[in-house]
């Protein structure tokens, strides 16, 4: 070989050796320092004071509300204290939403539509889901279709215009996690809502997302599309879903009246980084 491309060769050679070697000691560093940091978390950190804090002295902290600026401060103090390379607010537009009052419902239902056939009534526990616009001052009232799950609203989507949606989609019990069930019946709170509006649906009522026996609601957030008409959508405690199910299942024709004064609205906040 040409004594240059000896040269040249063993040089490119020992570069390539010596940035390997670069690499390998600074991903042995990196890893250091990682592991440092981890067991200073698990041994002597401040993680599980902080969220405390968090969560019991500055408390519920929907986006936009008080709490939300009491928030706001708080994690800005935090992190300077913590020594934080940099710390700042910026600004930036957030969805705050606000609960009006007490949520009502109720429902009749006629054994049959046909004749004099027999009438019950009766109130329903509801609780209007995070982010549900409102029914208006005079509530809705409409017929009420019971619905199991996403395939049934596909087939009979036609139904749906003019009607109060209910879901009735219950935990499977074959889930030994609950928090599986929960994952598996949650899209019907979460995305049921704007699904319902895409046929003409007024409002919605979904089955609580729990596994107790009780009768207490259990809320969350909906989320709705953008294309899609927003409708009013509330929880339904399980007595009431279940009692309400077996009538629309045992040919029962019923009408429900819901009434809720939610409000959403954006303003201009900070978050902190």
């Given at each position: 070989?040409?004594p240059?491309l000896?040269?040249?060769?063993l040089?490119?050679?020992?570069?390539?050796?010596?940035?390997?070697g670069?690499?390998?000691g600074?991903t042995?560093?990196?890893?250091g320092l990682i592991r440092?940091l981890?067991?200073?978390?698990?041994?002597?950190g401040?993680t599980?004071g902080?969220?405390?804090v968090?969560?019991?002295?500055?408390g519920?902290r929907?986006?936009?509300s008080?709490?939300y600026y009491k928030a706001?401060k708080w994690?800005?103090?935090?992190?300077?204290?913590?020594?934080?390379?940099?710390?700042w607010l910026?600004?930036?537009m957030v969805?705050?939403w606000?609960?009006?009052?007490k949520?009502?419902?109720s429902?009749s239902?006629?054994e049959?539509?046909?004749?004099?056939?027999?009438?019950?009534?009766?109130?329903?526990?509801?609780?209007?889901?995070?982010?549900s616009?409102?029914?208006g001052?005079?509530?809705?009232?409409a017929?009420v279709?019971l619905?199991?799950?996403?395939?049934e609203?596909e087939q009979?989507?036609?139904?749906v215009k003019g009607k109060?949606v209910?879901?009735n989609y219950k935990?499977?019990?074959?889930?030994?996690?609950?928090?599986?069930a929960y994952?598996d019946?949650v899209?019907?709170r979460?995305?049921g809502?704007?699904?319902?509006?895409?046929y003409g649906a007024?409002?919605?009522l979904?089955r609580s997302m729990?596994?107790?026996?009780?009768?207490?609601p259990?809320?969350?957030?909906l989320n709705y599309t953008?294309?899609?008409?927003?409708?009013?959508?509330?929880a339904?405690?399980?007595?009431?879903?279940d009692r309400?199910a077996?009538?629309?299942e045992?040919?029962?024709?019923?009408?429900?009246?819901?009434?809720?004064a939610?409000e959403?609205?954006?303003?201009a906040r900070?978050a902190?980084?």
């Amino acid at each position: 070989m040409h004594p240059k491309l000896l040269n040249r060769s063993l040089l490119i050679f020992l570069l390539v050796v010596g940035a390997a070697g670069a690499v390998v000691g600074q991903t042995a560093e990196d890893s250091g320092l990682i592991r440092r940091l981890a067991d200073t978390i698990l041994t002597d950190g401040r993680t599980y004071g902080n969220l405390r804090v968090l969560t019991k002295t500055v408390g519920a902290r929907l986006s936009g509300s008080a709490g939300y600026y009491k928030a706001e401060k708080w994690g800005q103090a935090a992190l300077t204290e913590a020594v934080a390379d940099k710390v700042w607010l910026q600004e930036c537009m957030v969805p705050h939403w606000v609960r009006g009052g007490k949520d009502s419902a109720s429902f009749s239902a006629v054994e049959d539509v046909h004749s004099a056939g027999k009438l019950t009534m009766g109130g329903l526990d509801i609780l209007a889901l995070g982010n549900s616009v409102g029914t208006g001052p005079k509530g809705i009232r409409a017929p009420v279709m019971l619905v199991h799950n996403f395939d049934e609203l596909e087939q009979r989507k036609d139904e749906v215009k003019g009607k109060i949606v209910f879901y009735n989609y219950k935990f499977n019990p074959f889930f030994v996690e609950t928090f599986q069930a929960y994952g598996d019946a949650v899209r019907y709170r979460g995305g049921g809502t704007s699904r319902a509006a895409k046929y003409g649906a007024l409002a919605v009522l979904v089955r609580s997302m729990s596994s107790s026996i009780d009768n207490n609601p259990h809320t969350g957030a909906l989320n709705y599309t953008d294309s899609t008409q927003k409708i009013p959508a509330a929880a339904v405690g399980l007595r009431d879903a279940d009692r309400l199910a077996a009538l629309l299942e045992g040919g029962w024709t019923g009408r429900c009246r819901c009434l809720s004064a939610n409000e959403c609205a954006y303003a201009a906040r900070y978050a902190g980084a």
